[in-house]
């Protein structure tokens, strides 16, 4: 069956946008090897360090999954790792045993100043801004 004229406009605008995602994420884990920290990482840090703007703020994990793009699972795997190599930390959230509080630590924090000018810099390149 042939694909409408329209539609071919859409999925070939849709393809575009995964290759320029692809591309993207590619170039900002190549960029951020040295660091020892991915895009997917990096992502994590960013949203906690922006939104945490003082050593007591919290997020729950819940609340970073639509933000980060990845499953409750990868999220959840992916913050086990950061929590292993000292960059965020976890804890139970007293009002709900089922929610789980996440903050980055002084080392996140450290790498992500230290990262964010180099995640920033891959961006302007690859998105042209």
């Known amino acids: ?8 406009g859409l999925v070939q605008r849709w393809r575009e946008i995964l290759g320029v995602h692809a591309r993207t994420v590619a170039e900002i884990d190549r960029a951020l090897h040295p660091y020892g920290i991915g895009a997917s ?9 922006t939104e945490a703007l003082d050593e007591d703020t919290q997020c729950r994990v819940q609340n970073l999954v639509g933000r980060v793009h990845l499953s409750q699972s ?16 976890r804890s139970v959230c007293t009002d709900d045993r089922r929610g789980v509080w996440v903050r980055p630590t002084d080392r996140g924090r450290a790498l ?18």
């Open 1 to 8: 069956m042939a694909v409408k004229t329209a539609d071919a």
């Open 41 to 49: 990482d990096f992502e994590v840090l960013d949203v906690l360090t």
């Open 74 to 89: 990868a999220l959840s795997r992916l913050i086990g790792r950061l929590e292993k190599d000292g960059l965020v930390e």
């Open 112 to 129: 992500h100043a230290e990262a964010l000018p180099v995640q920033r810099a891959v961006l302007r390149r690859m998105l042209g801004e």
